[in-house]
């Protein structure tokens, strides 16, 4: 079945940087875009980055564009998140999930598989 696990969380100073990555398993991953997501305690879910199955479109949230960098390698099975100038409101639980493969994917309504989250607390 299919599997995402992400990993590289943890407690960052403002100003800091972070990597999260993704491995999937039991699909096609270079067939697939996947994005990545946060939800903070409290707050709704929020779309963060979304790279097409080549890593040949990618697209940010304006509250993030100019500091994280998603990325893929398809040879890995694995999707990237390089978070960068780290800000206290960045702090959240990210989600690394795969696209449907209809509608946007700026929203999370339109992907099928998640998951489990790493936790990233930035600290002022």
């Known amino acids: 079945q299919v599997q995402l696990v992400e990993s590289g969380g943890g407690l960052v100073q403002a100003g800091g940087s972070l990597r999260l990555s993704c491995a999937a398993s039991?699909?096609?991953?270079?067939?697939?875009?996947m994005g990545w997501f946060r939800q903070a305690p409290g707050k709704e879910r929020e779309f963060v980055a979304a790279i097409n199955w080549s890593g040949g479109s990618l697209s940010y949230a304006d509250s993030v564009k100019g500091r994280f960098t998603i990325s893929r390698d398809n040879a890995k099975n694995t999707v990237y998140l390089q978070m960068n100038s780290l800000k206290p409101e960045d702090t959240a639980d990210y989600y690394c999930?795969?696209?449907?493969?209809?509608?946007?994917?700026?929203?999370?309504?339109?992907?099928?598989?998640w998951g489990q989250g790493a936790q990233v607390t930035v600290s002022s």
């Open positions: 039991g699909h096609t991953f270079s067939a697939y875009a």
């Open positions: 999930a795969r696209h449907a493969g209809t509608g946007p994917t700026t929203s999370f309504l339109h992907y099928d598989y």
